[in-house]
């Protein structure tokens, strides 16, 4: 296996899995994005399973690589939501979804060129 793509999909899973896991516990910053961003809070649990579905898939595609890459597809779809999201309320602070949507985007570009190319 690529050490490239365990890197790579390990960093992944770690920042999909840490948002998922403060999601679903009901830590303040979700909500407060929620707040900002007009979602209603009892979405905030759904968007983490979201994320910990996401984040399983990832790891699970070591094993199943389709599935790895479903994964990575969908949640690249995930963050462009949140990208809709901040930007339907007018808000500019896109550091932490762009961190996000880069390590995702990666994960998919190197799970694509690793296993289908």
Not at 51 to 58: H, I
Request: overall charge positive; some cysteine.
């Amino acid at each position: 296996m690529s050490a490239l793509y365990i890197t790579v999909t390990l960093v992944t899973a770690f920042f999909t899995g840490s948002a998922a896991v403060f999601y679903l516990i009901g830590h303040e910053y979700p909500k407060s994005q929620a707040d900002m961003k007009g979602i209603p809070r009892r979405y905030v649990p759904v968007l983490g399973s979201l994320l910990a579905a996401g984040t399983a898939g990832l790891l699970l595609g070591f094993a199943v690589p389709l599935l790895g890459t479903v994964a990575a597809a969908c949640l690249v779809l995930y963050f462009t939501g949140a990208l809709i999201a901040h930007l339907r309320v007018g808000s500019r602070n896109l550091v932490g979804w762009a961190v996000f949507f880069v390590t995702v985007v990666a994960d998919l570009v190197t799970n694509v060129s690793y296993h289908w190319v």
